[in-house]
């Protein structure tokens, strides 16, 4: 169980580094039409209470829903809810720690790059990316530790089913109303550590950017 959580809060965090990357440059560099909404919808999943972000993932990932209708595949009550529901609690998170590394980046390194003829794209995989790159991997910690703590979402669309959906949170609440404290008290310190530790190197990322 300890290792499937680990296991699957590492996928959920690899998914999201692409597209959080993206958002987060997008958020912090350009200005467009809709941008608040944008930045609203993304921020949601932090202030929305999360069994209801589970209950719209439901919604669109079960069978009968928009999305999940059209997949060759079943996502509910699999552990690709498990990660699903991860990566999208997650989500916004890395999305704001990756947008303050790119909003201190200086720009006048990007300025130069231009006129020396450098591209859009030169200039951003060769001096925004790097120079924002602690920043983007203390998110990166902060996402997969958010990912691993996750319960809300996770109990509603992916349940508690043993050897196939438990995750160490829905673990501690499932072994608590059975009454076994005990053993969900070992659970919680195995949590506890992990979570601390991805929080501590992120904080030490986060200064050394």
């Known amino acids: 169980m300890i290792a499937f ?3 699957m809060a590492l996928v959920a965090t690899a998914l999201l580094l692409v597209p959080g990357t993206l958002v987060a440059w997008l958020l912090a560099r350009r200005e467009w039409r809709g941008k608040t909404l944008v930045e609203t919808f993304v921020m949601l999943p932090l202030v929305m209470p999360p069994v209801a972000t589970g209950l719209i993932l439901l919604q669109l ?3 009968r829903g928009v999305i999940g209708s059209r997949l060759g595949f079943d996502v509910i ?8 529901a991860m990566t999208v609690m997650a989500f916004p998170l890395f999305v704001r720690t990756a947008r303050v590394a790119f909003e201190h980046v200086t720009r006048r390194y990007e300025e130069i790059a231009r006129t020396l003829g ?6 951003f995989f060769t001096i925004t990316l790097p120079l924002a790159s602690r920043g983007i991997v203390a998110g990166a910690v902060i996402a997969f530790a958010r990912a691993l703590g996750e319960f809300g ?8 089913i043993p050897d196939q959906t438990s995750t160490i949170a829905v673990s501690i609440y499932s072994l608590v109303q059975l009454g076994e404290d005990h053993a969900a008290m070992s659970l919680l310190g195995v949590s506890v550590a992990i979570s601390f530790a991805a929080i501590l190197a992120s904080e030490l990322l986060m200064r050394k950017a």
Do not use: H, P
Request: proline content about 0%; charged content about 20%.
């Open 5 to 7: 959580t680990i296991e």
């Open 61 to 63: 990932f079960g069978r």
């Open 77 to 84: 009550f699999t552990w690709r809810a498990v990660v699903l």
């Open 118 to 123: 450098a591209t859009e794209g030169r200039v």
């Open 153 to 160: 979402a996770t109990i509603l669309v992916a349940g508690n």
